[in-house]
C-alpha cells in the first residue's frame, strides 16, 4: 500500500508560483492570483508565471516555472490549458517544488486524449515523488491560516476558521458546508482533489487524523479508488479519536453484477461500503444537511455518554411530537434527579409539565431571569447529556428572547442546548441563534435523525482495532488460472480437509452405490446431484429430503439422474452426493465471501435457506475479521431473534457459530491469491453444543485450494 | 353513528357574542374582542357580555347573554371561568344561538372537577343540539374571509388565505403551518377544537371535504376518539377528490396490549392508524415540515400523473447526490423526449450533462435568458411530471437570478418547479423564492420525501371506496357472557360450519382411537393436544408431526399427554387432535382478527408460522374489506416476493388467499357482537389450485358462535 502523503509544506506553504497567473480579475488564473495576493495570509512570495505578462499589479511575472528566481517553492498552482499542463509538473520536478495542485480540466473527465495525459501525470508522480492534487478540482483552502489556493471567488467570504476537516470529491458541495459553517465552530482545512490523479481522500484523511487542531473529519465520496488504503486511513483516525462522519453517494446504484453466489450479489457495493463505514468507526448519513449537523454536533454538541436526552419547550403540542419521534428513534430520554423535580415545581406553574418533556407553558416567557434559571436547571441535571428545545413559531420579541436565553445559558454550561426553528419565518431568533453558531435544526425529525447518529450508546466504545487488512485487492488474483467452479462435492472435500464441520457424505456413481453409502452414513439421508456446472440444484430437480431406506436412495439416485438430464442436458455429472441428513429444527444461515472491486475480500453473514434473497437480512466486513467482528455481524442482522431463539426454541450455538465465521474468514485470507467466491449456505445452527454445520458449499477459484497452500501474497 | 355537523353558520357567523369580553388589551377576552372587532371583517354584530363593564371602547356591554338585545346570533365565543360555562351555554341554548366556542381550560385536563363539568357540557350538547367548539382551545380562525374567532395576538399577522384546509388538535402547532404557509397558496380554515367535547376532527373534515374553496386537508392530532366517524369523514374527502395528509402523534408507544393472539400483540395502534389511513387514502407524515410541504405539494405542485422527475442543476455533485436520493426513495426519474435532448444541447456547452439529470454547469448563470429557455424546455417535456432544482450554495446576485428565473418559468408553465434551498445562509434568492410562494425545501432529502409521498404511481387511481363499515366497535360486545378461549379442536369445528377450508381432523381420546383416526385420515398425520387453556402448544410438547404409522400415532398420543402433564398440569385436556398433514413446500401466513378500541374490528394479515413475532411482516384493515383492499394486503407486506415464489418456486396460491381473507372478514363481520379474536395461524398456502387451508385457529368469544347465527348488531 502506497504510505500517505506528508502534507506539512502543502497544507502550511511559504512560497507558492501560480502557473497561468493573470490580471484579468475575472479569469480563473486572476482570481486564483487574487486570492493569494490579497485575500490570504502567506508568510512567503507567491510568484507568477505567464509567458504573456511581464508583470501583474506591478509584480513581476515570469514566462516559466524554469526561470523564477531561486527560492525555495512549496506549490506550484497550475491552471493552464491541459494540453500544457505536463510540461509544468516536470518544470515542478526539476525545480524540487515537492506539490502541484492542478485546477485545469480536461483529463479524465473529458474522453480519452484526456485520460492519456492524466496517465501521464500520474506516471510522472511514481517516478518522481512529485505529489499532485487534482486535476480538475477548485484548489485546497486551509482556512484556519488564511491560504486560498483556489480560484473560488467565495474564497474571502467563507473564513470562519475551526476545528472540523473536510475532504470532498466534488467541489461545489464543500462550499455548501463553508457557508453552513460560517459561525461558530468552523472549518479548519477543506480538501477538494478532483480527479485524484495522486494525492486522495485517504491521505487527507490521514492527515487531519494527526493533526492536533483538527477534532471531527467529514467526507463527501462519490467513489472510492483504492478501500485498503481508505480503511489505513480511517483506522488511523479513530485510533486518534477523531470522529469520520460521511456521505456516500452511490446508494440507489443497481447492484447489477452477475455472479453465481447469493454473496456477491447481495452485497452491492453500496452495502459494502456501509458495512466498512460501520466496522472502522465511521459515521454514515444520507444528505448533504445531515452531514453538516452531525459533524458540527461532534464538533462541538456531543452528548454526554451515559445520559438521556432532554426534551424542553413552551408547547405542549410540540413536546409531545417531539418526544414521539424520538421514541421512534429509539433516543434515551433522560429521568431527573429529585433536585432537578424539586427546582423545576418552584419555577414552573403547576399545570406545566416537569417530567421530562419539559413543557413550560408559555407563562414563563415574560420572565427572562425565570426563563433562564429554568432551562439551567435541565441542563445541570447529571442526567441530562443534551437538551432538545424546539420553537415551534416565529413570535417576534418572544422568540427573540427565547434565542437569548439558549445563548445565555449555553455560555455557562457543558451541557449542548440544541435549538430546533420549527417555523419558515427566519425570524431575529433565528438569526440571533445562528450568529451565536448555535445552529438551530429546521424540524425535530432533522434534529433527531442526527443526534441518534451521534448519542453515545451503551459498549460503543471504540471498537479494539481490527486486525490489520493485508491481503490481495479486487479483482486480480494471482493469475494461475481462469476462475472456475468446484462441484459441491468437490467443495466440500476442500473444506473437509481444511477443517470444517460438514456433515459425513461421499459420492455415488451408480444407483446401488447410492443405497450402500446411505445404509453406511445412516438415515435420513439427502441426496444431491453433484455437478461442477449447476448451481441451484434445487430448481433444476436435483436434490431429495428426508430418504429413509436403502431402496429409497437407490430410486432418488435415478430421478435425480433423469430430472437433471431435462432440465440441464449440458451439465457435467459427477454423480450424486449422497448426504447425512441434520434434524429438523437447525437455524439456517449463510456465510459467504466475494471480492470487492474497492476493498478486496469481504465477509457476508446473514440468514440463509431458500429466504436469502427475499429477507436480504445480512451484514458485511472486510477479511481478515478480529473475534469481535464476528460477534457484533451476529448480532447486527435485523432478524437476530431467530438465533437467540422463537416461541421456546433454544438460542442457537453462537459459539459455534461466530467460530466458524472466522473459521471462514481465516481460510478466505489464506487462499485470498484464488479464491474468487465462496458461500456456505445453508449452514445448519443447532442448539447450544450441536455445533454449526454448512450443508452445502459453493467454490469459485483459480486453480486448486489445498489445505496450507502457500500462495504468494499480493501487494497492493 | 352520530352525523357530522352542520358548519355553514359558524363558519360564516354575522352576529357572534364574546361572552367574557374585556377592555383590558393584555387579558385574553380583550384579545378576542379585539380581533373580533378591529381585525376580523365580521359582517353582523360583535356583542360583548360582561357583568364587570357597561362598555368597551363605547360599545355597550352586557351582563349576561339572557340580556342582548334580541338579534340572531351565531357563535358565543365563551372564554370565563371554567366553573361560569355551562351557565353560559345554557343561555345559550335559551337564546338559541347554534354554536360556542369555549375557549376556558380547566375542564377534563385539569381533575377530575374538570371532567365531571366535560361530561356536563356534553350531556348539554346531547340533550338540546348545542354544538360546542372547545373547551380548553384557540378558537377557529376563517382566514380566508378573515374572522379571528380567537384570541391568539398572532392572528392579524397570519392572514394569508387559501385552499389548504387545516384540523389540529393542539393549538401551537397549528399557528407553525399558518406562519409556513404566509406566501402562495395559504390556510382558508383552521379548526383547532382542544378537548372536542362535542365537535370533532372528523366534523371538521367532513365539512371541509364538501367546501368548494377547500383543496387539501391537513390533519394534526394526538388521539382518535371515534375510528369510525373518522373513517367515514375520510372516506367523505376521498369521494370528493380532496387529498388528506395526517401527522398523528404516538408512534413510539409501546403497544403493551396482553393478548393471547399475535393479531393483537402485533397491531399496536400505531400501526393501525397508519393502515386504516392507507386504507382510506390519507397520506401519512412523520413530521411537521413534512405535513406542511406535503400539504403545499399537493394543493398547488403536484406532479403530473405518468411522468417522472427532472433533476435540473447547475453543480454536478448535486446532481449525483440528488438524483442518488431520488433513486434510493424509488422516485421514476422523467426519460426527455427527443426535442429536449435537441434543445438542450443546443443550448448548453458540450460538457454539460442534458440527460436527466441535467447539470448545466453554472456558465449558463451568466445568461439568464438562456438560463430561463433551458429551464422552460424540460418544463415543457410532456415526461417531466416535476422539475427539482436544488441549489447548493448562496452566491447573491447568482443566485438571486436563479431565484428570479425559477419565479419567471413557474408562471408560464403547468409543471411544478420545485426549488431545494441546501445552504444555510438565506440569501436574497431565498427570499425571493418563498415571498413568490415557491417555498423551497432546505434539503434535497427532504424534497424527495416528500415528493414521494405524493407522485401518483402506477394503478393508484383512488381506491374503489370499501364496503362502508357498520358493525360493532371497540371493546363492548354484545354482553352475553365474558370472553372465553376455544380450544383448537372447537375453533376449528366452528369455522368448518362455516365453511373454511380446513385439514381432515378428528379428536382422539384415548392412544388406539389416535390410531385409529390416522389410519383413516391417511398418513402422514400431525397430531396436537386439544386444550381451551394452551393457546401455544409447541411450547409445551403438545404438537408431533410426520407421524407415519398407527404405531407411531399412538406412541405420540402417550407421549403428548405426559409432556403436557408437566409442562401445563392445570391444563383441562380435551384429548389429541388427528390431523391430515400438508405436503411440504407451503407457504405459511397469517390472517387475525382483533378488536381496536377506536376503529373496531380489524384484520391482520402477514407471514405466519414460527416467525411471526420475528420477521413482524402485516398489515391491517378495518372489517368489512372489499375484494380490492384483500389483493392490496396480499402485495403490502415486506416480503411479498415469499408469495411470488421465490428461487424457481410457484407462486402462491393468491386467489385462494384473497378468498380466505374476505371469507375471515365476512366471518367477523357477521359475528362481531361476540368475536374477540381470531387468528388462524399458519395458514398453509399452496401453489395455484392448491387452496390456501387453515392449519391452526385460535378463537376467543362471548358466548356461541354458530353458523348463521343472528346477532344483534351493535349500533355505534
Known amino acids: 500500500m502506497k504510505p500517505f502523503a506528508d502534507l506539512a509544506r502543502f497544507i502550511n506553504p511559504v512560497n507558492v508560483v501560480v502557473v497561468g497567473a493573470s490580471p484579468r480579475p475575472a479569469s480563473q488564473g486572476g482570481r486564483l492570483y487574487a486570492n493569494l495576493v490579497r485575500h490570504s495570509r502567506l508568510p512567503g512570495q507567491v510568484y507568477a508565471v505567464n509567458p504573456a505578462y511581464n508583470e501583474i499589479d506591478g509584480a513581476p511575472c515570469w514566462p516559466s516555472i524554469r526561470e523564477l528566481p531561486d527560492a525555495p517553492i512549496d506549490v506550484a498552482l497550475v491552471i493552464v490549458n491541459a494540453g500544457r499542463v505536463l510540461d509544468a509538473l516536470r518544470q515542478c520536478v526539476e525545480r524540487k517544488i515537492p506539490y502541484a495542485i492542478v485546477m485545469s480540466s480536461g483529463f479524465s473527465e473529458a474522453g480519452e486524449a484526456g485520460q492519456e495525459l492524466e496517465r501521464a501525470i500520474a506516471r510522472l508522480c511514481q517516478d518522481t515523488g512529485l505529489h499532485v492534487y487534482g486535476p480538475n478540482c477548485p484548489g485546497f483552502v486551509n482556512v484556519r491560516?488564511?491560504?486560498?489556493?483556489?480560484?473560488?471567488?467565495?474564497?474571502?467570504?467563507?473564513?470562519?476558521?475551526?476545528?472540523?476537516?473536510?475532504?470532498?470529491?466534488?467541489?461545489?458541495l464543500g462550499r455548501n458546508l463553508l457557508q453552513g459553517l460560517s459561525h461558530g465552530e468552523g472549518v479548519g482545512l477543506w480538501f477538494s482533489a478532483g480527479n485524484e490523479v495522486d494525492l486522495e481522500i485517504p491521505d487527507f484523511i490521514a492527515w487531519m487524523a494527526q493533526d492536533p487542531a483538527i477534532k471531527v473529519i467529514g467526507l463527501l465520496m462519490e467513489g472510492i479508488k483504492d478501500g485498503r488504503r481508505l480503511t489505513a486511513a480511517l483506522d488511523l483516525a479513530r485510533q486518534r479519536g477523531k470522529p469520520v462522519v460521511v456521505l456516500k453517494v452511490g446508494h440507489s446504484e443497481a447492484g447489477a453484477r452477475a455472479a453465481q453466489s447469493h454473496t456477491a450479489s447481495i452485497a452491492g457495493s453500496a452495502a459494502v461500503n456501509s458495512a466498512v463505514f460501520r466496522q472502522f468507526g465511521a459515521i454514515e448519513v444520507e444528505d448533504l444537511d445531515q452531514l453538516l449537523a452531525v459533524t458540527r454536533l461532534l464538533a462541538v454538541a456531543a452528548p454526554r455518554p451515559g445520559s438521556g436526552l432532554c426534551i424542553y419547550t413552551f408547547s405542549g403540542g410540540t413536546a409531545a411530537l417531539a418526544?414521539?419521534?424520538?421514541?421512534?428513534?429509539?433516543?434515551?430520554?433522560?429521568?431527573?434527579?429529585?433536585?432537578?423535580?424539586?427546582?423545576?415545581?418552584?419555577?414552573?406553574?403547576?399545570?406545566?409539565?416537569?417530567?421530562?418533556?419539559?413543557?413550560?407553558?408559555?407563562?414563563?416567557?415574560r420572565d427572562p431571569e425565570a426563563a433562564n434559571?429554568?432551562?439551567?436547571?435541565?441542563c445541570d441535571d447529571p442526567n441530562v447529556g443534551a437538551v432538545l428545545f424546539p420553537i415551534p413559531m416565529d413570535y417576534g420579541e418572544v422568540t427573540d428572547g427565547i434565542a437569548r436565553s439558549i445563548i445565555e445559558v449555553s455560555q455557562s454550561t457543558a451541557t449542548p442546548i440544541i435549538p430546533v426553528w420549527m417555523s419558515r419565518r427566519m425570524g431575529g431568533g433565528f438569526e440571533l441563534l445562528e450568529r451565536h453558531g448555535l445552529q438551530p435544526f429546521l424540524s425535530i425529525s432533522g434534529a433527531i435523525g442526527a443526534l441518534s447518529r451521534v448519542w453515545p450508546r451503551e459498549g460503543s466504545a471504540p471498537l479494539a482495532a481490527p486486525a490489520v487488512p493485508g491481503h490481495s485487492v479486487g479483482a486480480a488474483a494471482d493469475g494461475t488460472a481462469a476462475p472456475r467452479q468446484f462441484s459441491e462435492a468437490q467443495a466440500k472435500a476442500v473444506l473437509r480437509r481444511a477443517g470444517f464441520p460438514l456433515p459425513r457424505n461421499e459420492v455415488a456413481g451408480t444407483a446401488r452405490q447410492a443405497a450402500e453409502i446411505a445404509a453406511r452414513i445412516g438415515f435420513p439421508v439427502v441426496m444431491k446431484v453433484a455437478s461442477p456446472d449447476i448451481a441451484h440444484k434445487t430448481e433444476c430437480g436435483g436434490v431429495r429430503l428426508n430418504i429413509d431406506s436403502a431402496a429409497a436412495a437407490a430410486q432418488a439416485y435415478d430421478s435425480i439422474l433423469a430430472?437433471?438430464?431435462?432440465?440441464?442436458?449440458?451439465?457435467?455429472?459427477?454423480?450424486?452426493?449422497?448426504?447425512?441428513?441434520?434434524?429438523?429444527?437447525?437455524?439456517?444461515?449463510?456465510?459467504?465471501?466475494?471480492?470487492?472491486?474497492?476493498?478486496?475480500?469481504?465477509?457476508?453473514?446473514?440468514?440463509?435457506g431458500i429466504l436469502v434473497e427475499t429477507l436480504r437480512d445480512t451484514t458485511h466486513r472486510m477479511i481478515p475479521l478480529a473475534p469481535a467482528d464476528a460477534q457484533a455481524m451476529v448480532r447486527e442482522i435485523r432478524n437476530v431473534a431467530i438465533l437467540d431463539g422463537v416461541r421456546g426454541q433454544p438460542p442457537a450455538d453462537l459459539d459455534a457459530l461466530t467460530a466458524l465465521i472466522l473459521q471462514v474468514s481465516?481460510?478466505?485470507?489464506?487462499?485470498?491469491?484464488?479464491?474468487?467466491?465462496?458461500?456456505?449456505?445453508?449452514?445448519?445452527?443447532?442448539?447450544?453444543?450441536?455445533?454449526?454445520?454448512?450443508?452445502d458449499a459453493l467454490i469459485i477459484a483459480s486453480g486448486e485450494l489445498e489445505q496450507n497452500a502457500i500462495e504468494p501474497e499480493q501487494t497492493a
Request: overall charge negative; proline content about 5%; glycine content about 14%.
Open 145 to 172: 491560516d488564511r491560504i486560498g489556493m483556489t480560484f473560488s471567488p467565495a474564497f474571502q467570504h467563507d473564513l470562519n476558521g475551526g476545528g472540523i476537516g473536510l475532504a470532498t470529491q466534488g467541489g461545489g
Open 666 to 695: 481465516e481460510f478466505a485470507s489464506r487462499h485470498a491469491g484464488r479464491l474468487v467466491e465462496l458461500e456456505l449456505n445453508p449452514v445448519w445452527v443447532g442448539a447450544p453444543e450441536q455445533g454449526a454445520i454448512a450443508l
Open 563 to 608: 430430472a437433471v438430464a431435462q432440465a440441464a442436458p449440458a451439465a457435467r455429472i459427477e454423480g450424486v452426493l449422497v448426504e447425512a441428513m441434520l434434524p429438523a429444527g437447525g437455524r439456517e444461515i449463510l456465510i459467504g465471501v466475494h471480492r470487492d472491486a474497492a476493498y478486496g475480500q469481504v465477509l457476508t453473514f446473514g440468514l440463509g
Open 373 to 378: 434559571t429554568c432551562l439551567r436547571v435541565v
Open 323 to 365: 418526544t414521539d419521534i424520538a421514541g421512534t428513534a429509539g433516543l434515551p430520554m433522560a429521568v431527573f434527579t429529585e433536585q432537578t423535580n424539586t427546582r423545576l415545581r418552584s419555577l414552573l406553574p403547576a399545570f406545566a409539565n416537569i417530567a421530562n418533556p419539559v413543557d413550560t407553558t408559555a407563562d414563563i416567557l
